[in-house]
């Protein structure tokens, strides 16, 4: 019989409430991008709706892949680890899509925007998939070394600081190269002395001019 008591869980009560929260908060605006999602979209097709689709979703069900995993709700363990780590690269995955899938907005170099293309392929092949594979390995095995599970951990560790500065550079090339249409707003107003150099050289006063006659 299943317990109640988050204790039972290795959680306490109010960590079991936020929790709850930031679940709530995670589907609440899943359901609001939804919205958004079918109704200003004209066309159903193309790498950024269904990148946003895709990581919408993730952000949805990667926190009740979560709650299975930790109080213990699913029949099979292996199941819910692959679920876990599926939901997990539709969220991660699929928001780096996104943001490379609106970078030639802003970015005119089509080799970077390639090479962005490129890092994201190599961090889901050497990130994700290695770690999939040591998830269900690792659900298989009731007596698996303890010193591999602490590598497992570090390799999740990496992993994670590998995806900040993947995410770090993305945004690095948004903030870099602004698109022209945010030009004249207040965030990228150009300062005063990139200002001045663009404006025209005004005449010294004393320049002589023709007199009209």
């Known amino acids: 019989m299943r317990s109640d008591n988050p204790r039972d869980y290795g959680m306490d009560l109010p960590t079991a409430m936020a929790v709850a929260g930031f679940v709530a908060v995670a589907w609440v605006y899943t359901i609001e991008l939804q919205f958004k999602i079918w109704i200003f979209f004209k066309r159903y097709t193309g790498l950024y709706f269904w990148s946003l689709l895709v990581a919408s979703w993730g952000c949805a069900l990667h926190p009740l892949a979560v709650l299975l995993f930790k109080f213990k709700l699913g029949r099979s363990t292996e199941a819910v680890r ?3 780590s599926s939901t997990w690269i539709m969220m991660v995955t699929g ?3 996104v943001l490379y899938s609106r970078l030639h907005l802003v ?3 089509k080799w970077k925007v ?3 293309l490129i890092m994201i392929i190599i961090n889901f092949l050497i990130l994700h998939v290695p770690v999939l594979t040591l998830n269900q390995i690792v659900s298989g095995f009731s007596d698996f070394p303890i010193k591999l599970i ?6 999740l560790d990496v992993r994670l600081c590998m995806i900040c500065l993947d995410r770090w550079l993305i945004w690095f090339s948004y903030d870099r190269h602004p698109p022209p249409f945010l030009g004249q707003t207040e965030c990228y107003r150009p300062s005063p002395s990139t200002r001045r150099s663009r ?3 005004s005449p010294s006063k004393n320049s002589s001019y023709p007199v009209s006659t």
């Open 199 to 201: 404006e025209p050289a």
């Open 107 to 109: 970015l005119r170099n």
């Open 95 to 97: 928001q780096a899509l």
């Open 114 to 116: 390639r090479w962005v």
């Open 150 to 155: 602490h590598d497992m951990r570090l390799v």
């Open 82 to 84: 692959m679920f876990l």
